[in-house]
């Protein structure tokens, strides 16, 4: 367990935010499967300043999802600080958590994400702004550094902190690297040492074995868990109970992961409506069919599916002709 602020995360195990994932069906399910605490994907402070609709839905949270982080992006300290009123004024979520650390080059155009990372006084500047207009908590969450002659984690993490971060969460992986390379979990280590706050670290936990080793050789109060959660949130609970009991769970069955499938689907459809979620929902299917024998068929189907009732049925054959092949009864 530790605390963001005056929030309880009930254990170590964080759900990294994922653009265009992390909406509140999959927290919800991820949150279902234990996570101490879920991030949602992040969403423009533009978009908020502008009142975009499809923005302002992207804000929507369901209260069995919290403790919640919800990030928001921008290059503009205005801009992020009236997002950040608007978001504590006008959600339910707990904390608010500042992008430092997206690669992209349509959001380093704009001066935002990773772009941050080059200079630790904008980055005290920026957050002590945000800290002032709100009283919820404010995270952030880094890349290790620009490139490998930038690589200012130390810095940056200590200017956030100084400016009244209450928490922050690092990747470690510079911006240039994008997801290349491994991450280099040793400056995740030097930056917890070097400050008070809570600390998660992130980048390549794969397994819950992964997520002790994390744990154990950076010092970090949290784990932070992104693409291995991706169609697998059994890897939350997995993680949650190995670091509790040493206990390491078996992998789900296929059945199990195509009935969780379904859930997730049917909550981005309440979420989305069927037109848009099924699309979607084509990019989660994939992950929770990955690895699963003889689903290469299923996975070309599920990408032309756009009816809910048409990905049903593509998940659903898969898992009956699996488990018949496989001579295995349903339970
Ligand atoms: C599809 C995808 C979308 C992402 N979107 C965001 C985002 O919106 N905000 C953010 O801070 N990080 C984002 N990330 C980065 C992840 O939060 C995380 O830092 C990264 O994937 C490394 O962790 P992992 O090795 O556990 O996946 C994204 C990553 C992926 C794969």
Known sequence: ???????????RV?????????????RLTVKEFGAGLVCCEMISGKGIEY?????????????????LSLQIFGGEKETLVEAAKF???NTTADIIDINMGCPVNKI????????????????????????????????????IGWDDEHVFAVENALAAESAGAAAIAMHGRTRVQMYEGVANWDILRDVKKAIKIPF????????????????????????????????????IYRTVKY?????????????????????HLNRLIELKG????????????AYYLKGARGSTRAKVAVNQATEKQEMEKILLDFVNQYEEKNLIKPS
């Open 1 to 11: 367990m530790f605390q963001i602020g005056d929030v309880e995360i009930k254990n």
């Open 14 to 26: 964080v759900v990294a935010p994922m653009a265009g994932i992390s909406n509140s069906a999959f």
């Open 51 to 67: 009142r975009n609709q499809k923005t302002i839905d992207m804000l929507y949270i369901d209260e069995k999802e919290k403790p």
């Open 87 to 89: 978001v504590a004024e």
């Open 108 to 143: 380093i155009k704009c001066e935002a994400g990773a772009k941050w990372l080059l200079d630790p006084n904008k980055v005290h500047d920026m957050v002590k702004a945000v800290v002032a207009a709100i009283d919820k908590p404010v995270t952030v969450k880094m890349r």
């Open 200 to 235: 998660m670290g992130n980048g390549d936990v794969k397994t819950p074995e992964d997520a002790k080793r994390m744990l154990e050789e950076t010092g970090a109060d949290g784990v932070m868990i992104g693409r291995a959660a991706l169609g697998n949130p059994w890897m």
């Open 243 to 263: 670091l509790e009991t040493g206990e390491l769970m078996p992998e789900p069955e296929p059945r199990e992961k195509i009935e969780t499938a379904l859930l």
């Open 274 to 285: 069927e037109n848009i979620a099924v699309r979607e929902f084509r990019q989660h299917a």
